[in-house]
Structures are given as C-alpha cells and as structure tokens.
C-alpha cells in the first residue's frame, strides 16, 4: 500500500481546480496597511452629497432664504423708521459690545457736562421747549415785505399761534374790563385775522392811549422801521404812565400785582424794540446804551435773553472787549446756553488765531495753545448746535428767520447766522477756520448719541419741532442724518440676490443645480487642498484612529 503523501495547501487547490471557487480567499497578507485616508476624505463624501440633491431642493432653499432675509428687511426697515436706528446695531452696542470688553452705553456717565452738571441732571430738562427769538423782525415792515416779493408765507401758523400765546400772557391780565381800551385789546390779541387785530387796535386808541394798542399797530400795521419807532416812541409814554400808577398799587391786592406785572412787561418791550429800531436804522451805539440801562433797570427779566440783543451790537460796534465782558457774565452754569453764546465764544477765540491759520502748517508742526484753544471752542460749538456752521459757510441758503427758535435746532441755527453772518465775514480767516475744524466734531461725540461730549444728549425730538417753525419751502436741517444703517443695506442687498437665484432655479433648476455643485466644489477646493497636506504629513495610521474617532 502506498503511503500518503502530505501536500501543501496551494498544491491541493492546483490538483482540484473545480473545487477552487467554492472555497474562501486568501487571507491577505500581515504586512498589508490600515485603509488610507483617501476612503474617508471630504471630496469623496461632497460628492456623494451633491450627487443625491435634486433640483427641487435648490428651489426649496434658495426659496426659504429668499424668504427669510425679506422678512428680516421688513422688521429692520419698520424699526428703523420708528426708532432711527438699526436694530441689528441696537442690538450688538447695546448687549453684544459689553460682553467683549467694550463701554456699557447704557450706563449713566460719571463725567460732568461743561455746564458742571451731570448727564442724569440735565435729562430733567425739557429738551424741546420753545423759545421766543431774541431778535425776531417786525411782521409788518420786514416779513410781510418778503411776502409781497415773493408770495411765500414766511411764517407758520403754529408760530403765529405761538407769539398769540406770549401777547396774551405779557400784554394782558384778569384786572383788564377796569380799563375799557384794554378789553378791547385783550380781544384783539386772540383775533387770528390781522386786520381784525388792527381795527380793534385803532378802536382801543380811540378810546385813550393804549400802550398794547400803539405795539400791535407799530408791529403788525406799519411797513417801515421809521414808522414802527414812531409808534413805539408813543406807546412808551403811555406804557411808563400806566407803570408808575399800577407800581403805587402792586401791594394792595393780588389783582394789583397781577397789573403791575402786565404793565412791567409792556414797558420792557417797548423800550427792547426801540433799541433794536435805533440798531436797524444805523444808530448802534444809541442802541447799546438802550439795553444796557434796560438790563440794569429790570436785571430779573432774564427771559427775554436781552443780552443776546447786545451781542449783537457790540459785535457790530466790533468792541471786543465788551463782547468778552458779556460773555463772561452769561456763558455761566446756571444759565441755559444758546448758539448766540457758543458761536460767539468761538468767534472771539478764532479771532486771534485765524488770520495766520494754515492747514498745511498746522498738520506739519502741530496746533499751538492759542489754535487749540479756538479749535476746541469751536467743537463745543457745534455739539451744542450742529446745524449753524452750514449756514455760516454758504453751504446752505438762508430764509428770514421765525419769531419762536428751538435750541439746538435748524431754527435757531437760521436766526443765529441771520445776523451774525456778517461778524463771522469781518474776521479775517475765522471762516477758514470754521471750514477746516468743525466736521471734526462729530468724531469726539459718543456714537449712539446716548451720551453727549461736553453738554447733555442731543435731543431727538428736534426734527419735529422744526418743521413746525419752518416753512415748508424750507429744507430742514436734520442732526443726526438718519442715513440707512449698513445692515438694513446689507439685508436689503441679501434679499435681492436671494429673491433672484429662486427665481433662477425655479425657471432652471438642472442648470442651477450644475452652478451650484461647481460653486461648492470651488468653495470646498481650499479645504481639500488643506486636507491633502494634513495627509501626507501626518502618519496614516494616526489618521486612520482621527476618522474613525
């Protein structure tokens, strides 16, 4: 019998060659690697992403997002128009900027404003309260004058209304049906028609000489500044004999005293218009002495901002010192600013540094103490009332100012530079100086205008105000310009692209669907190269445990 012989595995596989396929492979060998990177790589896994979308799915998502960012355009556009400002940028100022480290605009500042109160003490202040013009023209021989040029109303009713106000509140008093001249003029004074007001005024003078009558006629009848000084002449004669009788009797009851203050306010207008008369007919010095023996003989009738008048005057007069002495006495804490003391500080600070004034020299060796002293006169300036330098610079026309101002705002900013335009020309180089420094204002000034620099915030409700004041042929002056926010543009854009790809891919979806694979490949192509990199030099076994990690 014949032995049997051992034979290899791969011997009996080549003896029986019909039963080969019915057994396993081999093995492969121990020295064969881990799977390489290549199986597990991000192109690959794109691909097959891509590859499974349908065109109905661009449609949907380029749809959804077409959506979604004008519904967010909606809501920051309605935002914007009622709160001026962006909500996104609300948003991220108010929460996301204290998170990183930024200042807390919500908080209330611990610096104190120029006046030398705090933030929180000058928000009790009303920031929209309107003020009569210091200097306002006559109706009768300066507005109704531009009416007649021009055929424009020159003034509001809610302005006229106004003055209505202040002539009922100055000229009359409950004790006015002893006196039969003054019923008549407390009628008139409430009268809306103009010639209504005049013929009770005629009335009244009729009946003896009225001092309120003798104003409302020099104000509203006469066409000329010589005619309304004639008349004021006359009513100051009767307005100092009703003073002195009521003056003897303001102690013997409330309804004298009430008199006595009526008749104090008639007697100070007239002699506050027959000085500004003296001051439109040339006579300024005459004018100057008017009002300061006015300021002394009544130094408590601070409200009718009397020194504003003499501002002016002297300005005219140029005696400089005098201006300086003014100003030291008003431009006090304790008393409310206006653009007639900013500006005029400015101007007298400019003053002595203009005329020698360089851009060029002074952006190469720097300001000196004097320049940087008006430079931050001047900044001070315009926080308080942004609106005065376009004016003053031609940049803007002007139209004759209203009777009533708001301060900080487009009308005081036109009554200011009505008249003292041609003191800021008389400088040499003060408007230059103006020209090259007062725009750097707004780079100092808190963004949002939740803070102020040196006086309290900005009051928002101004625009509204104005627009009362002003005539409507008149631009209004807007500070600060409610300009789009960038991402209301942002949206609006994002909106546009979008709304326009749905309606691509829903016209031709196979074509964008090509489009937007090759545009995700592209965007993934850095990515892929980096990945690469990362592969050939990292081990593979290393990245074989990262995948499947």
């Known amino acids: 019998m014949t032995p049997a012989v051992s034979l290899p595995a791969h011997h009996r596989l080549s003896l029986y060659p019909s039963l080969s396929p019915s057994l396993s492979p081999p093995l492969p060998p121990l020295t064969t690697t881990a799977p390489g990177p ?78 030398g109160d705090t933030d929180s003490n000058r928000q009790n202040v009303s920031e929209c309260k309107v003020w ?56 008139a004074w409430r009268e809306r028609n103009p010639q209504a007001r005049i013929s009770a005024a005629h009335e009244a003078l009729e009946l003896e000489d009225c001092a309120t009558a003798y104003i409302l006629l020099a104000e509203e009848e006469v066409t000329t500044i010589v005619e309304a000084e004639k008349l004021f002449k006359q009513a100051l004669k009767a307005g100092e004999g009703c003073y002195r009788r009521s003056q003897q009797l303001q102690h013997h009851g409330a309804q004298y005293e009430a008199q006595h203050r009526r008749d104090t306010n008639v007697l100070v207008y007239i ?78 600070k400019a003053r002595g540094v203009s005329d020698k004034f360089s851009p060029e020299a002074a952006s190469r060796r720097g300001l000196s103490t004097a320049e940087m002293n008006a430079v931050e006169a001047i900044h001070r300036a315009v926080e308080f009332n942004p609106h005065v330098p376009k004016y003053l610079l031609e940049m803007k026309s002007l139209i004759l100012p209203p009777e009533h101002i708001l301060k900080r705002g487009d009308s005081e900013a036109l009554a200011y530079t009505f008249f003292h335009l041609q003191h800021w020309k008389r400088v040499e180089g003060a408007l230059n100086l103006l020209h090259c420094t007062w725009e750097g204002t707004f780079r100092m000034i808190p963004y949002p205008l939740e803070k102020g620099h040196l006086f309290y915030p900005y009051p928002i409700c ?32 994002l909106c546009s692209f979008t709304a326009m790809l749905a309606l691509l891919t829903h016209q031709f979806p196979e074509l964008m669907g090509v489009f937007a694979k090759a545009f995700l490949s592209t965007l993934f192509a850095p990515l892929n190269f980096i990945m690469e990199k990362v592969e050939s030099v990292l081990p593979s076994s290393l990245w074989h445990q990262l995948t499947r990690i």
């Open 271 to 348: 002699k506050r218009r027959l000085a500004m008369c003296s001051r439109k007919l040339g006579r300024t010095r005459e004018a100057v002495k008017m009002m300061r023996d006015l300021m002394k003989e009544f130094p408590l009738l601070s409200m009718f901002n009397i020194h504003e008048n003499l501002l002016e005057a002297l300005l005219e007069l140029q005696a400089y010192a005098d201006v300086q002495a003014v100003l030291a006495k008003y431009d006090d804490i304790s008393l409310p600013k206006s653009a007639t003391i900013c500006y005029t500080a400015a101007l007298l």
């Open 132 to 187: 009569r013009n210091p200097l306002n023209l006559f109706r009768g021989a300066e507005y109704n004058r531009y009416t007649w040029v021009t055929g424009r109303e020159p003034l509001t009713y809610y302005d006229m209304n106004l003055s209505a106000q202040d002539h009922q509140t100055f000229f009359t008093c409950d004790s006015d049906h002893l006196r039969p001249a003054d019923a008549i003029m407390q009628k």
């Open 462 to 493: 101004t625009e509204t105000a104005d627009r009362e004041l002003l005539p409507m042929f008149h631009e209004v002056s807007v500070y600060p310009k409610k300009e789009l926010p960038f991402f209301i543009l942002f949206t609006a854009g």
């Open 38 to 115: 290549a199986m597990f790589g991000t192109e690959s896994s794109l691909s097959m992403f891509l590859n499974t979308l349908t065109p109905k799915f661009y449609v949907a998502l380029t749809g959804t997002s077409s959506l979604i960012s004008g519904l967010i355009l909606i809501f920051e556009w309605w935002y914007f128009r009622k709160y001026g400002t962006s909500f996104i940028e609300q948003v991220s100022v108010s929460h996301l900027r204290p998170l990183l480290g930024g200042v807390d605009s919500s908080s209330p500042s611990s610096s104190t404003t120029s006046n």
